[in-house]
């Protein structure tokens, strides 16, 4: 089939290479030249795992453009994975989506047939972009009607393992209010719903899956499942961090709270991490866009919002926990080993890193930091002097007064201790994700600080 993914980011990059390599025709179209040559040159412009190696597998039938005329050339389905941020009052910024949506009523062809929306956008949404495509079936392009059915298929993508949850993932959502989008979305997806296909080397089939399950249903439910889902996820994230906030009240161990609660099979252990909290590009918008839509209806979403107020609070927190152990933090020399907001990825929207970063240099401190991927990227955000960076973690260690781990990369669990004890100036660990040996570290000398424990 001949598929144009409009957007060749997190979501488009990584589900439209895992459609060519089940055999189908794909055209990436991107208004960001950047992003394409560097792609027409077999160069991936983000961290993802396994996009490269996918990339190489699938050459011959991928394409990259930012020409939408030739993009949408012979094209049946369209793909929408454009971002939607949010914008200064919460609501999701539909510019991008609404300007994609403008050039495929354009430039659609006489064999263009579904749209199917893959970027979160407001519920209801989805009957907007219906008629900003459909407005005029007599385009200049076309000769006689061409009515195009819209199809919402919500991404549940992680960052760091987005090719492995589009070949396997926990369910597949279809959406449409027209029988003939539900069947065609759905039949395309058949290879992943019956896993009949065969599964890349770098990528492996988990053991018993045969079946994913696919939900379908109209496009309204569709677009608010996505919502929901990140929603609780948020709220799951948020309510652990207030018990462990508790624990430490209490003289508790989260972790041992976590585990306790989280084999029972109505709560499940994922998600059930305490920290300094959620960030990137979906929870904090999501949960966000969810409370100003409810607004637009009367209702007050209370859970949600104490999420986001927990959620935000934790990154002062663990500030005002390493105040507790060193004083004033002015001329302090603060190490923070991680960036991005999570392992195995670049992306540093809303990561907890940042904010807990300007809160140290409000304070007064000089900061040092380290990201095995995310570094020079976030180096190249900021101008500030009192800002250093390295490569070699180690170097970033010297002569800090306390170390933050943020991100929970495998480099920082296997530090040399001992020589991170020899190289700092003081001894204060402040574990923002309960990822380090505790014991190891007490045990070396630290004053270790973890999250609830």
């Given amino acids: 089939m001949n598929i144009a993914i409009v957007g060749a980011g ?27 040559e560097l792609l027409k040159k077999g160069k991936i412009p983000f961290y993802e795992p396994y996009l490269n190696e996918m990339l190489n597998l699938t050459k011959d039938n991928v394409k990259f453009t930012t020409d939408y005329k030739s993009g949408l050339k012979n ?15 919460g609501k999701p910024n539909l510019t991008n989506i609404k300007a994609v949506a403008e050039m495929i009523g354009e430039y659609r062809t006489k064999k263009l047939e579904y749209v199917v929306n893959k970027s979160t956008v407001p519920i209801g949404f989805g009957k907007m972009l219906h008629n900003l495509i459909n407005k005029d079936h007599t385009s200049k392009h076309i000769k006689g009607k061409n009515y195009i059915t819209v199809v919402s298929n919500p991404e549940f993508l992680r960052e760091g393992s987005a090719l492995y949850d589009t070949f396997y993932p926990d369910r597949i959502v279809v959406g449409s209010d027209e029988i003939n989008g539900i069947e065609a979305v759905s039949q395309l997806y058949s290879p992943i719903v019956n896993q009949n296909f065969t599964p890349p080397s ?21 677009e608010l499942i996505k919502y929901a889902a990140n929603a609780f996820l948020a709220m799951k994230i948020s309510f652990i961090n207030e018990i462990a906030n508790l624990c430490e009240k209490v003289g508790g161990d989260i972790n041992e709270v ?13 998600f059930l991490n305490a920290g300094i909290g959620w960030g990137g590009s979906c929870f904090g918008k999501d949960t966000s866009a969810l409370i100003e839509m409810a607004k637009e209806y009367g209702l007050k979403l209370h859970m949600i919002e104490a999420a986001r107020i927990v959620n935000y609070n934790q990154r002062t927190i663990i500030i005002e926990k390493l105040k507790t152990q060193i004083g004033n933090l002015a001329n302090k020399s603060i190490g923070i080993l ?29 900061v040092k930091v380290h990201d ?19 490569t070699d973690v180690y170097k970033v260690i010297e002569g800090c007064d306390a170390v933050f781990v943020l991100t929970e990369w495998d480099i920082y ?38 999250v609830g424990r």
């Avoid at 976590?258 to 994922?270: M, N, T």
């Avoid at 999570?342 to 240099?361: G, H, Q």
């Avoid at 204060?428 to 309960?434: A, L, P, Q, S």
């Fill in 10 to 36: 997190y979501v488009g990059l990584p589900t439209g290479l895992a459609l060519a390599y089940l055999g189908n025709d794909i055209v990436f179209i991107d208004v960001d030249s950047e992003k394409i």
């Fill in 75 to 89: 094209i049946s389905i369209v793909f929408i994975c454009v971002g939607t941020p949010a914008d200064e009052n």
């Fill in 202 to 222: 770098f990528l492996q089939r988990p053991n018993g899956l045969s079946a994913v399950p696919i939900v379908t249903t109209d496009l309204c439910s569709a």
């Fill in 258 to 270: 976590a585990k306790g609660i989280g084999l029972d099979s109505r709560i499940g252990r994922k």
């Fill in 338 to 366: 991680g960036l991005s907001f999570k392992p195995n990825t670049d992306d540093l929207r809303d990561a907890p890193a940042i904010d807990i970063i300007n809160k140290l240099l409000s304070e007064g401190a000089y």
């Fill in 372 to 390: 095995p991927v995310s570094l020079q990227k976030f180096l190249s955000m900021t101008n500030k002097s009192n800002i250093y960076g390295n």
């Fill in 413 to 450: 669990k296997e530090l040399d201790w001992q020589m991170v004890k020899r190289l700092m100036r003081g001894n204060v660990v402040i574990d923002g994700r309960n990822a380090l040996n505790r014991e190891l570290l007490i045990k070396s000398g630290f004053i270790y600080i973890g």
